[in-house]
């Protein structure tokens, strides 16, 4: 219902090429740049600078940019309170969810959405990424929650929260004496590592390939099978993780646990919403829905 030609300026805002929108939203980028034509004859104002096949917001397009942000997030909320009203909010919704999104993202929403939807149960199945995909294929669930980087080709990803894995351990270690190493010198410390299957130890090991580092030549202390247990072992030892950041936030603030900064080299990742090509069953997007929302 918005103007369309928003929905293109911001677009072409956060990717910073025209190009890059024009695929997003299925047009031809000629089409693209008479709609930011258009914005900017409109408000007498340039929004982005132009710098060959680079372009960067004017202050005027960060000042349209972040009331964009503010304007689509009312039509994310009108569109949830809309469906909730229209929907038949009653019945099961079987999640499943990767086990640092279970332990340590989950809860909140499952709570905050309970609250304002006592009439629908939820059922939750927690295991590792591969466990996950697999329910949703064998309709053992109706969606997903997962953090892993994996494409298959039945199944639909949808971004939901960003995230950062973080290599830790417990504050006093005397094998680490500053609070940043060298990509070479992780090789030298005694790592825990999740087991094969995991989401977040896919997603260690990719970006490892990526910055020339084979996941191979590490020094594996152990493996663990979930979070928490590696927290508890790096507690009781000198060993080193990589952990998300949503999962230590309580160690860091209690000082249990430190983050070693590791130089020119950062693990960014996002949670995905996962479900089956096709799927519109109304429950499970009402809860992704809610999700997505600024409920908190």
Do not use: W
């Amino acid at each position: 219902m918005f103007d369309f030609r928003l929905k293109v300026f911001y677009t072409v805002a956060r990717r910073l090429n025209f190009t890059k929108a024009a695929d997003e939203l299925f047009i031809t980028q000629p089409a693209v740049t008479k709609h930011i034509h258009e914005i900017e004859t409109y408000y007498k104002t340039q929004l982005f600078q132009r710098n060959g096949t680079r372009i960067k917001l004017t202050p005027a397009g960060a000042a349209l940019m972040e009331y964009a942000e503010q304007l689509f997030e009312i039509y994310r909320k009108i569109e949830f309170e809309l469906a909730a009203i229209n929907e038949n909010v009653k019945g099961t919704i079987r999640i499943g969810a990767s086990t640092t999104v279970a332990q340590y993202v989950l809860p909140k929403y499952l709570a905050s959405f309970k609250q304002k939807f006592p009439d629908i149960k939820i059922a939750l199945t927690t295991n590792n990424t591969e466990f996950i995909e697999n329910a949703l294929i064998t309709n053992k669930i109706d969606f997903g929650i997962i953090e892993g980087q994996s494409r298959r080709p039945q199944l639909k990803y949808l971004p939901f929260l960003k995230d950062e894995m973080v290599l830790c351990t417990r504050t006093g270690n005397p094998f680490i004496k500053k609070q940043s190493i060298s990509l070479a010198m992780l090789k030298e410390l005694p790592l825990l590592i999740r087991e094969q299957g995991s989401g977040s130890q896919e997603v260690i090991t990719t970006a490892l390939k990526k910055a020339g580092l084979n996941a191979s030549k590490l020094k594996v202390d152990m493996v663990l099978e979930s979070t928490e247990s590696i927290k508890s072992y790096l507690s009781s030892s000198d060993s080193f993780a990589f952990l998300s950041i949503h999962s230590i936030l309580k160690e860091l603030k209690s000082n249990e646990l430190t983050v070693i900064d590791i130089k020119d080299f950062t693990i960014e990742r996002s949670f995905y919403f996962v479900k089956q090509q096709g799927d519109k069953q109304p429950l499970p997007a009402l809860f992704m829905k809610f999700m997505s929302s600024d409920n908190f």
